[in-house]
T-cell receptor, first 115, second 116 residues
Framework: AQSVAQPEDQVNVAEGNPLTVKCTYS??????LFWYVQYPNRGLQFLLK??????LVKGSYGFEAEFNKSQTSFHLKKPSALVSDSALYFC?????????????FGTGTRLKVLA | GAVVSQHPSWVICKSGTSVKIECRSL??????MFWYRQFPKQSLMLMAT?????????EQGVEKDKFLINHASLTLSTLTVTSAHPEDSSFYIC????????????FGPGTRLTVT
């Protein structure tokens, strides 16, 4: 079965410091991986995706993620955190084999950037 | 581009009544739409997948007679919570995909349902 794990419920980082939000996955074959951000009482906003190609993926708002096949990880990173980055972050893998193209989401990581 | 709207953004209803939530893709045609439910401080739980013109596919444990999904056009899907109860109170989010081969899903802003 395909799954996504976000081992940290919450990550705290000081403004201006680099941030990392962790994600590991378990899939059969090559994964399609995504990061989304959710602000309070809002839907999810797309940040970036990995489908194929370069392992370092750059996305919206200065975020990037590195696909590491050997470690089955897809950690989200940003060189310098902003207070406005405080939100809930979800990692997701797209189910490639059920025929429904549905996402499997991680449990989410709450990022808190401290001023 | 790729904007998905939901209406209403929040709704309060009495126990036993039905509530309809609309999900619209505003600037693209969505062959597939997904309905999720999110409890406070929890992840999204996929409820069902709907394809335009066909019956929705429900996830295990989701009552299809309680959560009626209709995807009548390429830009509109509706979720009707029938005979709502307080335990149905939740945040409902839809997403849309332009085609089965499209990698991204585009999410609506969500609908907060409170059943009293």
């Amino acid at each position: 079965a395909q799954s996504v794990a976000q081992p940290e419920d919450q990550v705290n980082v000081a403004e201006g410091n680099p941030l990392t939000v962790k994600c590991t996955y378990s899939v059969s074959g090559n994964p399609y991986l995504f990061w989304y951000v959710q602000y309070p009482n809002r839907g999810l906003q797309f940040l970036l995706k990995y489908i194929t190609g370069d392992n370092l993926v750059k996305g919206s708002y200065g975020f990037e993620a590195e696909f590491n096949k050997s470690q089955t990880s897809f950690h989200l990173k940003k060189p310098s955190a902003l207070v406005s980055d405080s939100a809930l972050y979800f990692c997701a893998v797209r189910d490639r084999f059920s025929g429904t193209y549905k996402y499997i989401f991680g449990t989410g990581t709450r990022l808190k950037v401290l001023a | 581009g790729a904007v998905v709207s939901q209406h209403p953004s929040w709704v309060i209803c009495k126990s036993g009544t039905s509530v309809k939530i609309e999900c619209r893709s505003l600037d693209f045609q969505a062959t597939t739409m997904f309905w999720y439910r999110q409890f406070p401080k929890q992840s999204l739980m996929l409820m069902a997948t709907s394809n335009e013109g066909s019956k929705a596919t429900y996830e295990q444990g989701v009552e299809k007679d309680k959560f009626l999904i209709n995807h009548a056009s390429l830009t509109l899907s509706t979720l009707t919570v029938t005979s709502a109860h307080p335990e149905d109170s939740s945040f409902y989010i839809c997403s849309a995909s332009p085609s089965p081969s499209s990698y991204e899903q585009y999410f609506g802003p969500g609908t907060r349902l409170t059943v009293t």
